[in-house]
């Protein structure tokens, strides 16, 4: 089989694959693993609640499982077992902690009188409570990618093309054509070319896509301040100020990282990865209005990165591209959190390289990538 794009998708996918067999091509248009992939950031959140949502929070249920088995599969530590933690107005947390449980997920509440103390770096909202996922956590991604792209390299069913990009695509004959002129094929092509499969996939895309341009910002912990935000869960803030904003706390060498809703916004093409001064200047007013260990000598980074999202849904969609029995498979649309479910991608990927006219019956939307 052929897979284009060596982000987590596409290196996960072809795990997968060889782990069942299969002999896999790997195309990427860069390095492998890639800094300019969608994918390479210093961490992601695992998390199984999709607010209201039961039949995503249930689709969910087993991906920190998933991740821990990638772990002993790769020979690599990625994931921190830091819980996450929804603040939310109480009446939507118990709610939501009903989802939660009914897919078999380990949670527990934290009623307004103690969220304080379970928080004691952040300024929560008054009222506030909170719901604790306790398998959430955080992948380290660019560990994810890296180690995957060591373990593909010792497997003698792999090849891995580095610095060839495709340019053009045959779906019908799951056939890819190089910039140099050649051609390759295979009895299933998987298309995972993330924030560029717009512009590949052309006309060939299963469904309308918009592109999203995210800014995040990073930040030094003080050694002094390091095991307090050890206890620190990943936080995500629906209610109160700062709601929609989201903080992964410091650890095994990665920074603070936090964003908001307030800076995601649509873009015209994968541009500069370098964040505007407006856009950081929210962020900064974020981390100060929400962190309480203000450190003017903390070193404060920021980058921008790029998403495509389903325009019907805002999630994700994966599908097959071209005739109803065509042998190509693409993920054009990650819908923001498209990380943590690749594993349940890779799976599918490898369903239909067992048998490539069966698989994916069509376009359908992924219901557990959605931020």
Known sequence: MVIVGAGVVGLLAAVECARRGFAVTLFEQGPIPNPRAASFDQHRVVRTLHLGDAEATASAAGLPGRWRDLELVLGAALFRATGVLAVLPPEEAHANLDLLRAAGVAAELVPPARLPERLPLLRVPAGAAGLHEVDGGILLASRVLVAAAKWLAGQPLV???????????????GAVRMADGSVAAGDLLFVATGAWSSRLLGDAAPAPTRLYRQ????RRTSPRRQAAWAATPVVLLRCGPHAGAWLLPPGAGTDLKLSTSEVCRPADRVGSARTAPVWRRTLERLLHGLVTDADPAAIISTKDCYYLADRVTGGALFARVGSPSSPT???????GGGFKTAPLIAGEVAQAAADPRMGVPGSHRVRVAAS
């Open 159 to 173: 090849r891995l093309r580095p610095h060839h990009r495709v340019v053009a695509l045959n779906p019908d004959a």
């Open 215 to 218: 800014s995040m910002l990073y």
């Open 329 to 335: 498979l693409a993920y054009p649309a990650c819908g």
